[in-house]
């Protein structure tokens, strides 16, 4: 069984401050996805990386997939109160017919003024 | 654009009562799946269904049912509720397997069962 293990699982940290969310797995995925849900919805797609090493931006967060493809992290800058909510990694597999989505259980992320 | 619809929002069962969660999407997305999710433990697949007329098992289907009709439709069938199916059910959708361009999710039904 795939496992996508997430760390830390809670952080509490202020305004302004530097984070790194962590993804790992001792399987290989096909690519990784990062959502964010807020309470009461449903989780958001943020990004998907596709190739070993690949780093993506949007705004203050930072997407990297391991060169392995084994894992990724999510670095958030000068945090805002706005970041608050639970971020969830998701890896799918190469080939099958199923394409379903493993996802890990989060990092529930709260950021105080 | 609505994209993923689920209703209801919230809703209390009693043990061994059974109830429908419904599910639409307007995306023409072949792809649909259910979720639940309990604290702690991230999102757990139960059903999924790769176009009209096909759905198979995900990883927790037992108590549930589904069907898939149309390709806009997918509910959810519990039969007997019981206290462990007190969760969060999220529907999904996807173009294709969701590999390269995700799932997009509903807002969820919140169910307790007393």
């Known amino acids: 069984t795939q496992l996508l293990e997430q760390s830390p699982q809670f952080l509490s940290i202020q305004e302004g401050e530097n984070l790194t969310v962590y993804c790992n797995s001792s399987s290989v995925f096909s690519s990784l996805q990062w959502y964010r849900q807020e309470p009461g919805e449903g989780p958001v797609l943020l990004v998907t990386?596709?190739?070993?090493?690949e780093v993506k931006k949007l705004k203050r967060l930072t997407f990297q997939f391991g060169d392995a493809r084994k894992d990724s992290s999510l670095h958030i800058t000068a945090a805002q109160p706005g970041d608050t909510g639970l971020y969830l990694c998701a890896g799918a597999n190469y080939g099958g017919s199923q394409g379903n989505l493993i996802f890990g259980k989060g990092t529930k992320l709260s950021v105080k003024p | 654009n609505a994209g993923v619809t689920q209703t209801p929002k919230f809703r209390i069962l009693k043990i061994g009562q059974s109830m429908t969660l419904q599910c639409t999407q307007d995306m023409n997305h072949n792809y649909m799946y259910w979720y639940r999710q309990d604290p702690g433990m991230g999102l757990k697949l139960i059903y999924y269904s790769v176009g009209a007329g096909i759905t198979d098992k995900g990883e927790v289907p037992n108590g549930y049912n589904v069907s898939r009709s149309t390709t806009e439709d997918f509910p959810l069938r519990l039969e007997l509720a019981a206290p462990s199916q007190t969760s969060v059910y999220f529907c999904?959708?996807?173009?294709?397997?969701?590999?390269?361009?995700?799932?997009?999710f509903g807002s969820g039904t919140r169910l307790t069962v007393v």
């Open positions: 990386v596709v190739t070993g090493g």
């Open positions: 999904a959708s996807s173009y294709s397997t969701g590999r390269q361009h995700g799932y997009t």
